[in-house]
């Protein structure tokens, strides 16, 4: 697979929304334009994002629905299941815990973790949030089960985030969501070499920031010149 | 101003914070390979990305931290204000509403709206929750005074998310922060004609999916083969 713009992947994941808006209309074909028309971009740059990820649809017919989700699914790895630790349950720890469709795409909350003494103990949804100090062994214990611990979820308030970055990747933990508004030090982060997957990189980190959406359309709503432009 | 890639509008929305974390660390000057470091982008990214703003930095010397958070600020808008509404004051809502910073960068809550009984009337730092019957009279009031109410953050389950902007649009707010999992259908969303302003896109939507982050970070964690590409 060749290497893959991030703003494509973005997109992509936006697609495969699309595709199961239009299963669940019970739509068997869709044309680019509308694929397009739905995701808010244009028919060309649906058709050139999808080229990345193999060749589909036919001219004048269009996209199976259900192959093309079922492709992109896979091509994003949304075809495995993947173990998600919460750290930090706040009200965004808990809004997160509690997302409906969270639990879709093989996405499983197995551990919630916090410090505060009247947060530690309570369930939601039928997990117990642990204290922090709970993490390596937490981890370890999911460890080759064959299962293991993916991904964490960082929700705590930006000054805790690095350092709750730093536990999650001594506990053998590679991927971080980070909802702090903070950019994590990556270059501090580093696995443990038990946990190193050979040809993965060390820790992978992603970000997802409130302001950030705000800041997006505080900019495109400036007016026409400066619209997002195609890539 | 030239088409700006969305992509480029995503990572300013990075640099801009990094610039900030500087400042706070009373740094003046940064090199592009300082920026890419800690955006965790590459510098020769940086600097492109920069081009689409102007002329920043000396060869050799790098960029004046305050100038050039200063010059992005107002590149993306964020050196005016942005009155913000949120609909939907559930988890997701209080999260927001009480996410730190929220009211830096000039965005400004003034209206908390819901329909469920046990959550309208309730306070949430200073602003009660109003029901959504209310949303139309309350955008009337604020507009021309001289403020006006410019976004919607949209936080309500994603069966109600497109009835829910098309009232915010209806009560004449044209930009829409969407958190529902769900892509609303923009070509039915009308600004009333005594809301549009000349020469704006009627409606403008961004979207924020936390499931987004997530499968983008599935993508990542595959293997290097489908790591992130420069643009």
């Known amino acids: 697979m060749a290497d893959i713009p991030t703003a494509t992947v973005g997109r992509v994941v936006t697609y495969i929304r699309v595709l199961e808006e239009l299963e669940a209309q019970n739509v068997l074909r869709a044309s680019s334009g509308e694929l397009a028309r ?48 919460i750290v930090g349950m706040g009200r965004l720890g808990h809004a997160i815990a509690n997302y409906p469709g969270a639990s879709d795409y093989q996405f499983q909350n197995v551990g919630l973790f916090d410090v505060a003494p009247d947060v530690v103990g309570r369930e939601v949804r039928g997990l117990t949030i642990q204290h ?17 611990v993916d991904m964490g979820l960082l929700t705590v308030p930006a000054e805790h985030a690095q350092a709750a ?14 909802f702090a508004p903070v950019v994590l030090q990556t270059q501090d ?30 900019f495109y ?11």
């Open 189 to 218: 982060l580093h696995l443990p070499e038990a946990f190193a997957a050979p040809g993965r990189r060390e820790v992978t980190v992603e970000n997802v920031d409130f302001l950030a959406g705000m800041k997006r359309l505080a």
């Open 132 to 148: 922090m100090s709970q993490l390596g062994p937490f981890v370890a214990s999911v460890a080759g089960t064959p299962r293991q």
């Open 38 to 85: 739905r995701a808010g971009v244009t028919p060309f740059q649906v058709r050139k994002d999808l080229t990345y990820f193999g060749r589909f649809g036919t001219r004048g017919i269009g996209y199976t629905v259900a192959v093309l989700r079922r492709e992109l699914l896979r091509a994003l790895g949304l075809d495995q299941t993947w173990n998600v630790v």
């Open 165 to 178: 970055a730093q536990a999650l990747v001594a506990a053998g933990v590679g991927g971080i969501l980070n």
């Open 221 to 231: 709503m400036l007016g026409p010149q400066a619209g997002p432009a195609e890539e």
